[in-house]
């Protein structure tokens, strides 16, 4: 397995961290690996467009729920609450 060096980190960061691992009963160690895995895995939900999807599919809720309704124009309101 690979290994990173980290060199010149703020001791204040490095205090968070260990407060973090004692907080979680994890090694430094074995937070950060934990912190790193989480970020690769949002990262690569966010880049595969798994967030596009998941709004697509509420888009799409969202006209079956509203089909066939009518609402009221607005225009009126917020020409009404521009003016004040």
Known sequence: MAQILVENLDPIIVEKLETLAKQHGRSLQEELKHILQQATEKAI????????????????????????????????????????
């Open 45 to 84: 939900y966010y880049h595969s467009g798994a967030d596009i999807e998941k709004a697509r599919e509420a888009v799409a809720r969202a006209q079956v729920r509203y089909a066939g309704k009518t609402f009221s124009d607005s225009t009126e309101l917020i020409r009404e609450d521009r003016e004040r």
